[in-house]
């Protein structure tokens, strides 16, 4: 009984520590107690068993008066091979929530745990923190099978993720511990299993998720918190490691005083440039258990949320000259010459013209140019920019007359970007000053130049233009000496128009009309199209159709070929037999092979074809090992040439099914590019696609040989063909490994 009442002072333990550690996070807490009300908990099962249960109560009102946390709920529930009515209240309520303890009764029937469990679960509040007990002394052997049982404790793991949810199955007596109960209690998170307490326990509370950016500092700390003040954590041994990943290590690991925190170092695996700038791992922290078996972690796995950022900053230039936060795009100076008398539209459309285009000055339209430079790291989060310029107020300058720009959104990349201002010079309105602010709509980037932006729209900065007019004199003197000379040509032009005028009218009447005929000939062209399935390459035969209907099985060392000299091996098999069209789906021939590596399946006939192809292929002719089977499929991929199902029993595809799937074969040749393909059966063989050409035949000896076929894919790849004897049926392993020997030299 030492034990019983020791248990729930670890209890009542655990109410002081995590009263202390809910400040953060600031949560309250909720107990949820599965009590087992059966008979045996009072010695009168079938099995001799100790009388706990009034130990039991005694302790469990002893845990609920040691309680300081007055919003802490309890829920306390009985069950025996049903779930009865529970208590239910805060601890503030803790005289009442002890009365009822005290009333509680021993029920008929067996033991369920597993509805009990269930019905826990429906309990559970994810608004708090919650501690979830199971108290038995016995095994479950009513209601859902144990392998219910077992489901139901292993899913656990998936809803307690992320959460405050701390799991204790108590196994009060020797009588309810169970192998397969354990061992799932090992392998779930925060989920520990109790099966002896004759010692005091510390529990040792951690956060659940830890952030570090680790682009300016590795350095990482994890803080502790023990409900027991003389645990010196720093002789508990603790440490950590990080799940295995291509891109982090941990190292430098250290205790940092008597109770931590635990210090350690973030190592970079490989370039930055290969690293995510955000990743999410697991960090298992262990201490030395066989000395200090009642410490508890919880919990044990923290996700640990690794950041690898700086700043991602964008810059701007005017001119190969970098600006901070002024864009000041000068001055535009313009000589007006449409001034005073000038102004008349005639003086306008001389400027098109030489001499008078001499005089137009060269800064009708203004632009300027503004350099943006992404930083590496801006880089990295393919951040992007755009700008737009406002006046003082707060219109777009693209809509304001005389101003174009396109505000079009640039993405980061190691090359400049450039940002184009166009101004059309306005004379109308003299020498005038423009200026406003800069707006920046930016995505994962952190300042512009010098400013500090967040994601949206940020005043980065102001800008500035000016216009002036200066007088033109060039234009001036040219249109006035223009005007002279052209009253100088009038004078001797009217005495020209009367001399002239009798010869023009004579000319006029002697003119006449010509007419061109235009003739064109017209030519037509035929021609005549042939096309033949055996002109076709590969590559447009792959394309006549969608994918393949079911997916080929790829063993994870196909292209190590381990068997084969290193020669990737495609093993093709005719078609699916389904018992109806339903089952054919994509990952039907990818199931069969795991199937066939699964020790625990149950043995069916057909893989008996698998395991005598699997010795011709490997060699091996005695038993195989299931590490053999492992290795063997896993060096081959494996596809079923007919896309639809078989629904009858030694039943061959039609003609039109075999047709039907060729353009799936050429994808599958495209995309896996065997060396050799290993085909089950001549009649699949007969049935293969009749492009390509003959290859070298296989000498077995005694005159035999055994021909052989070879294709030609799109990109210069050949793939050889060997047919064999369907393993099903009359197959030799031994004779058809020595073929397959022989094309894999």
């Not at 009388?51 to 609920?64: C, M, Y």
């Not at 826990?120 to 095994?139: E, Q, S, W």
């Not at 990743?279 to 950041?307: A, G, Q, R, W």
């Not at 900065?461 to 007019?469: A, C, K, N």
Request: net charge neutral; with cysteine; charged share 25%.
């Amino acid at each position: 009984m030492n034990g019983i009442r020791q248990y729930f002072l670890l209890v009542a333990l655990l109410a002081l520590f995590f009263n202390e550690a809910v400040a953060q996070p600031p949560l309250q807490e909720k107990r949820i107690y599965l009590v087992d009300v059966t008979a045996s908990m009072e010695g009168k099962g079938e099995v001799e068993t100790p009388d706990i249960f009034q130990t039991v109560k005694e302790s469990l009102a002893e845990t609920i008066q040691q309680i300081y946390d007055t919003t802490t709920v309890i829920e306390i529930i009985p069950f025996s091979n049903k779930v009865y009515k529970g208590i239910y209240g805060k601890v503030a309520n803790k005289d009442s929530l002890i009365n009822c303890v005290n009333e509680l009764t021993i029920r008929k029937g067996d033991t369920n745990i597993a509805d009990a469990w269930s019905y826990g679960l429906t309990r559970l509040d994810t608004t708090k923190i919650n501690y979830f007990f199971v108290l038995t002394d016995g095994l479950h052997n009513c209601g859902p099978k144990k392998e219910e049982l077992y489901h139901r404790l292993s899913g656990w793991n998936d809803l307690s993720a992320g959460k405050y949810m701390f799991a204790f199955y108590v196994m009060l007596t020797p009588n309810a511990k169970e192998s397969e109960i354990c061992r799932i209690a090992d392998e779930n998170r925060n989920m520990w299993k109790i099966e002896s307490l004759d010692i005091n326990a510390s529990l040792v509370k951690t956060s659940l998720t830890v952030r570090k950016n680790v682009f300016y500092d590795r350095s990482v700390q994890i803080y502790f918190d023990s409900n027991n003040p003389n645990l010196n954590l720093n002789k508990v041994g603790i440490e950590v490691s990080l799940e295995d990943n291509p891109y982090y290590d941990i190292e430098n690991q250290r205790m940092i005083g008597t109770n931590g925190p635990l210090s350690f170092d973030i190592k970079e695996k490989c370039a930055k440039e290969k690293i995510p700038q955000c990743d999410t791992l697991d960090l298992t922290i262990k201490h030395n258990s066989e000395e200090y078996p009642f410490v508890f972690i919880t919990p044990d796995i923290v996700s640990v949320e690794i950041t690898n950022q700086g700043t991602r900053t964008v810059t701007m230039s005017i001119n190969g000259e970098r600006v901070d936060s002024l864009l000041d795009f000068g001055s535009v100076r313009f000589k007006e010459p449409l001034v005073g008398l000038f102004k008349a539209d005639i003086f306008r459309k001389s400027l098109r013209y030489w001499p008078y285009s001499l005089a137009v000055p060269d800064t009708a339209i203004y632009t300027a140019k503004v350099t943006l430079s992404f930083n590496g790291e801006a880089v990295r989060s393919n951040s992007s920019i755009r700008l737009n310029l406002l006046d003082e107020n707060n219109k777009s300058m693209s809509e304001q007359e005389g101003f174009g720009y396109t505000s079009e959104t640039l993405s980061a990349s190691k090359d400049v970007k450039e940002f184009l201002l166009d101004y059309k010079v306005i004379p109308t309105l003299g020498n005038i000053k423009f200026s406003g602010k800069i707006i920046a709509e930016t995505t994962a980037v952190d300042s512009v130049g010098s400013v500090a932006v967040k994601t949206g729209q940020d005043k980065v900065g102001v800008w500035r233009l000016s216009q002036e007019i200066e007088p033109n004199v060039l234009a001036w003197i040219l249109w006035i000496v223009s005007i002279l000379l052209l009253l100088l040509l009038a004078y001797l032009l009217i005495k020209l128009i009367v001399k002239l005028a009798r010869f023009i009218f004579g000319a006029l009447t002697s003119l006449s009309n010509t007419k061109n005929k235009v003739r064109g000939d017209f030519t037509e062209l035929s021609g005549e199209l042939r096309m033949g399935n055996n002109n076709k390459s590969i590559s447009e035969k792959a394309k006549e159709k969608s994918k393949y209907k079911t997916l080929p099985w790829v063993g994870q060392n196909y292209e190590q070929g381990d068997y084969s000299h290193g020669k990737r091996v495609l093993v093709l098999g005719e078609s699916h037999y389904c018992g109806s069209p339903e089952e054919f789906v994509p990952d039907i021939t990818i199931n069969v092979i795991k199937d066939v590596l699964d020790p625990d399946s149950e043995h069916e006939a057909y893989k008996n074809t698998y395991t005598k192809f699997a010795k011709a292929f490997s060699g091996i002719f005695g038993k195989l090992e299931q590490s053999d089977k492992v290795r063997i499929w896993h060096s081959l991929a494996f596809y079923n040439y007919v896309q639809f199902p078989i629904t009858g029993p030694r039943t061959a595809p039609t003609e039109q099914e075999f047709r039907d799937s060729e353009a799936a074969f050429w994808n599958v040749l495209v995309e896996l590019q065997p060396d050799l393909i290993i085909v089950w059966g001549q009649r699949l063989y007969k049935h293969l696609p009749g492009c390509g050409h003959q290859a070298q035949d296989v000498t077995i000896g005694d005159g035999k040989s055994i021909e052989t076929w070879e294709y030609t894919l799109s990109n210069g790849h050949t793939v050889r063909v060997l047919p064999i004897n369907h393993p099903s049926s009359g197959f030799n392993p031994e004779k058809w490994h020595r073929v397959i020997k022989l094309v894999c030299r």
